[in-house]
């Protein structure tokens, strides 16, 4: 079946270092691809996304491509802050059907100053 | 816009009570609503889809019975824990599908003692 697989965390790097986050993806059909943040007690906002091969979505200076070729959609920054610590979540959910969404096990992230 | 509230936030109950979560979608309608729950530091595992006028679509090994969800207009679901226990413990999360995306909401804390 259609599954997300993400690095495990937890990630903990220093403010201003450049942050990758690895995600892959298994499916049957052509998904779309998002990244979620999830900040300590709260719930999941979307950060961005992706619905076919080659596009590349951004967002507060996250980026990811969507590489078919690789089935991958890496989350990366050029230069994280404090503020940036949080959980990290990829998904996808196949078009056309029932629109779930399959996430990843989250990566934590923790920035330290 | 895509708001999607729940209430309460935080709830305390006794072992053998029932408890009701409310999902709202503030500034749209939505037809689906999903109910996720969550583990601590684990992803989020999808419980059901909550159509309007209709039975909700249970995944696999979640019992109908204690978690019963009623989406009664086309901006509020509700999910009930029926009889909770200390194992029901957990982070309650929905999302409201708009436009071939979730929206999710902060998610509701469940303590059962």
């Known amino acids: 079946g259609d599954s997300v697989t993400q690095m495990e965390g937890p990630v903990t790097l220093s403010e201003e270092a450049f942050l990758t986050i690895n995600c892959t993806y298994t499916?049957?059909?052509?998904?779309?691809l998002f990244w979620y943040v999830q900040y300590p007690g709260e719930g999941l906002q979307l950060l961005l996304k992706?619905?076919?091969?080659?596009d590349k979505g951004s967002n507060k200076g996250f980026e990811a491509t969507y590489r078919k070729e690789t089935t991958s959609f890496h989350l990366e920054k050029g230069s994280v802050q404090v503020s940036d610590s949080a959980v990290y979540f990829c998904?996808?959910?196949?078009?056309?059907?029932?629109?779930?969404?399959?996430f990843g096990s989250g990566t934590r992230l923790l920035v330290r100053p | 816009g895509a708001v999607v509230s729940q209430h309460p936030s935080r709830v305390i109950c006794k072992s053998g009570t029932s408890v009701k979560i409310e999902c709202r979608s503030l500034d749209f309608q939505a037809t689906t609503m999903f109910w996720y729950r969550q583990f601590p530091k684990q992803s989020l595992m999808l419980m059901a889809t909550?159509?309007?006028?209709?039975?909700?679509?249970?995944e696999q090994g979640v019992e109908k019975d204690k978690f019963l969800i009623n989406h009664a207009s086309l901006t509020l679901s509700t999910l009930t824990v029926t009889s909770a226990h200390p194992e029901d413990s957990s982070f309650y999360i929905c999302s409201a599908l708009r436009l071939y995306e979730q929206y999710f909401g902060p998610g509701t804390r469940l303590t059962v003692t």
């Open positions: 909550s159509n309007e006028g209709s039975k909700a679509t249970y």
């Open positions: 992706a619905t076919k091969a080659d």
């Open positions: 499916a049957t059909g052509y998904p779309s």
């Open positions: 998904a996808l959910t196949m078009p056309r059907g029932s629109y779930k969404l399959i």
